[in-house]
């Protein structure tokens, strides 16, 4: 059993400090608690082990999100009646995520996170870590402001910033505010880089002391998260040569639009054609040579947060290079092919407009009724 039963339900908002898992496990929401019943039943379908359950529960977030997005992908190819075995044996010790049968035709996938828009998570709950210790300094004589230039994997020690903050307002005593304003001071710390300012409060009253927040820390690249989960994952790590084989990549970066996978895929995009004769750094295409042929296409799976797929869509992109390549009815969504002539590739689509409630089997009315009511309000 995944979720512990013995659980105290409440009806708090996650909070900062708090693993995605704990939060789906205790929270009494209409949404968590049918969520919750997705996932169990998905897995009773699954043939499993306890490190997957230990993955789903992880207290590092990427690995939770990660094992989730594995399960969709396989009640999805379940519901389309495909025969799916999770980690198939073959002559290499590493195996993909699943080998699927087809009719008599086999296939494998392979499941990954588009890394930083999932890393982010992690960075935003050590950043909140920082934001909370200086929320608990009450009554302050000046508003904290924090800028984080660098986020590092370990926690901040709240002894060593409260005593470099207040070394910071020894050196603010005298100045106006609007003098304050350019005085910022780097607070360095393994790894860490946040440069703190002061703003002085109007009155002693005033209990908050955390100001203004700003983060330079990381610019998420999706494009490159992309190519990076493509080049991790090639068939030829698992041994495989000879068969089809599909990368499922889950991409949660809200401003990343799917007709970006054109320059990912390609390194080009010239409206209705990519033009291959001078292509930069790509997922297919590299120094005007196909690369990654054996990837036969792209599973792209966008915004797919179980608890939040409202936003969700998927789509096929097909290899045109590709050794191997799928049937453009295989799978019952979108999807995006190439005619080559010459050294242009013309754009191809089969727009399906498909729900991914039913691809899912799962009640949209009631999956958007009141997510966070709970039975008892």
Not at 72 to 78: H, M, P, T
Request: aromatic content about 14%; charged content about 25%.
């Amino acid at each position: 059993m995944v979720f512990d039963t013995d659980v105290v339900l409440t009806a708090d908002a996650k909070q900062v400090q708090e693993t995605s898992f704990k939060f789906l496990e205790r929270s009494s929401w209409n949404r968590c608690a049918m969520v919750r019943g997705l996932v169990s039943s998905w897995l009773a379908e699954m043939d499993y082990d306890a490190e997957f359950i230990s993955q789903i529960k992880s207290k590092n977030d990427k690995q939770h999100y990660a094992a989730l997005f594995e399960l969709v992908v396989y009640n999805f190819l379940k519901r389309q009646g495909f025969g799916v075995s999770k980690h198939p044996e073959l002559l290499k010790s590493t195996t993909p995520d699943f080998s699927m049968k087809v009719d008599t035709e086999g296939y494998f996938l392979e499941c990954t996170l588009s890394g930083n828009s999932f890393e982010t998570i992690e960075e935003e709950r050590r950043k909140g870590a920082v934001e909370d210790i200086i929320r608990q300094i009450h009554y302050y004589p000046y508003f904290i402001n924090l800028d984080f230039k660098s986020i590092a994997k370990t926690s901040v020690s709240a002894r060593k910033i409260r005593k470099f903050i207040d070394l910071v307002k020894d050196n603010s005593e005298g100045f106006s505010n609007e003098e304050l304003f350019y005085r910022r001071y780097l607070y360095e710390d393994g790894g860490w880089k946040i440069e703190i300012s002061l703003l002085r409060k109007s009155h002693d009253g005033i209990k908050t002391s955390l100001g203004v927040i700003e983060n330079d820390a990381k610019v998420i690249d999706s494009k490159k998260a992309i190519l990076s989960a493509l080049n991790d994952k090639k068939p030829s790590k698992y041994g495989i040569t000879d068969a089809p084989y599909i990368i499922c990549i889950c991409n949660n970066d809200m401003f990343f639009k799917e007709d970006e996978m054109y320059s990912v895929l390609f390194g080009t995009d010239n409206g209705t054609y990519i033009n291959l004769s001078y292509p930069e750094s790509s997922g297919f295409f590299y120094h005007r040579s196909p690369i990654n042929t054996t990837v036969s296409a792209i599973l792209f799976f966008k915004n797919t947060d179980v608890l939040t797929l409202g936003g969700a869509k998927w789509s096929v992109w097909h290899n045109p290079f590709a050794k191997n390549p799928i049937a453009y009815s295989l799978f019952p969504v979108d999807e995006y092919y190439f005619e080559i002539i010459g050294e242009n590739l013309i754009k191809k689509q089969i727009i399906k407009e498909a729900n991914v409630f039913s691809l899912l089997d799962i009640d949209e009315i009631r999956y958007n009724t009141d997510p966070k009511s709970t039975d008892e309000s």
